[in-house]
């Protein structure tokens, strides 16, 4: 890979001050994407309802906010990952639609899924989900967002099947009674509020705190090849849930260390409700 450095060429000189108009210029963040289809919402559509959180020390905690600079939420965008995917289709053409398959079902979850259940190919680079042309382009480009990890299935947590991103989610029930799991009980009225406004159906679930929630990406087999360029086995590349469950960790899970608790209760939505806690 070519990595480009900042540093200057020895007997250069940096200039005193930057030129006029880098000190004027402005740089403004774009909004979360209101794109939705069949199965899932982009996180703008999530994001309405679920800001302006603060716990009861004042911290401000929306989920929003926390997410969107993440590694998950910029897992579409990340440039090193671009470029191996790039890099690995250099080294093996012939590969290439497994290649970016395999490469897109974790880095661009929502995408890679509607386009495999509604028949089509599931292609990251060129006139694929990267492109602005493509109808998927932004759900691919929300990475690991909000409406794919709130619909996971827990069956089959923990089981080889379930890893390199073989998680469940259901490829038949209709927008407007899709199931959006969280770990609190859901609230009277809000239900219909959030099934009218999103199209998910709030429901309790506590499999969303266990770690092969997490494990369903992160531990990841890998293809190879072999001297005559055919697939002859998978390795295994990145085994962090394994690695985990052999620990002395294995009695807490990955949230505990990635997700801090808040300072007491905190309230959900915009919309009201009671505050939750543990936060």
């Known amino acids: 890979f070519l990595l480009t450095s900042c540093a200057l060429s020895k007997g250069t000189v940096a200039p005193k001050s930057p030129p006029p108009e880098a000190t004027t210029a402005s740089v403004s963040g774009q909004s979360l994407p209101l794109e939705q289809d ?31 600079a993440t590694m998950l939420a910029n897992a579409a965008r990340d440039p090193y990952w671009l470029a191996t995917v790039r890099s690995e289709i250099n080294l093996a053409p012939e590969l290439s639609e497994t290649i970016q398959k395999k490469c897109a079902t974790c880095h661009m979850p929502m995408a890679e899924f509607s386009a495999v259940a509604e028949g089509s190919k599931p292609l990251i680079l060129d006139d694929g989900f990267r492109s602005a042309e493509h109808p998927l382009n932004k759900l691919a480009n929300d990475g690991v967002s909000c409406s794919l990890c709130h619909q996971i299935e827990p069956e089959n947590f923990g089981q080889k099947l379930s890893f390199s991103g073989g998680f469940l989610i259901d490829a ?95 309230q959900l939505s915009t919309t009201g409700g009671p505050k939750r806690s543990p936060f």
């Open 38 to 68: 069949r199965y899932f919402n982009g996180s703008g559509n999530c994001a309405i309802c679920h800001t302006n959180m603060f716990d009861e020390s004042g911290v401000d905690v929306s989920t929003d906010k926390l997410w969107r």
């Open 172 to 266: 038949v029930t209709e927008k407007g009674n899709r199931i959006a799991y969280g770990p609190y009980p859901p609230n009277g009225n809000f239900i219909a509020v959030m099934q009218g406004v999103s199209g998910f159906i709030p429901t309790q679930s506590e499999h969303l705190k266990q770690a092969g929630m997490c494990g369903t990406c992160h531990n990841l087999y890998t293809p190879y090849l072999d001297e005559n360029d055919q697939i002859a086995g998978e390795f295994p590349e990145q085994m962090i849930y394994d690695e985990w469950a052999n620990s002395a960790y294995r009695d807490g899970n990955c949230q505990d260390c990635h997700m801090p608790l808040a300072q007491g209760g905190v």
